[in-house]
């Protein structure tokens, strides 16, 4: 059901869904959830990270980039938006 979701929601025109798969290796993967908030204009970006030990918002410019710089890392390792979509449907299919 959650994959069928997935699929889903890889057709709405907002949501860019990309699949770090496991053979990537590591690479630079990070141990819990974190989104980069652009606010546009002259307001600067935040980042809003979750984890074991709860939440917190950054705003240090400092931690802004190494995070921008994980989020680059991740992208290069992060399977194409299609293949994404196809890894998704062949788990789906093969558990279902």
Known sequence: M???????????PNVAL?????????GG???S????L???????EVVF????SGSTFM???????????LFTTLSKHALS??????LIATIKKDTT
């Open 38 to 44: 652009s606010y546009g204009g002259e307001e600067p």
């Open 81 to 86: 938006l299609e293949d994404s979509r196809a």
């Open 29 to 31: 993967t990070y141990a």
């Open 33 to 36: 959830s974190f989104q980069i």
């Open 18 to 26: 990309r699949v770090i798969p496991f053979t990537a290796g590591g």
């Open 59 to 69: 705003n240090d410019p400092r931690e802004v980039r190494r995070f921008r710089r």
């Open 49 to 52: 990270g979750q984890g074991v």
């Open 2 to 12: 959650q994959l069928a979701r997935l699929l889903d929601v890889t057709e709405l």
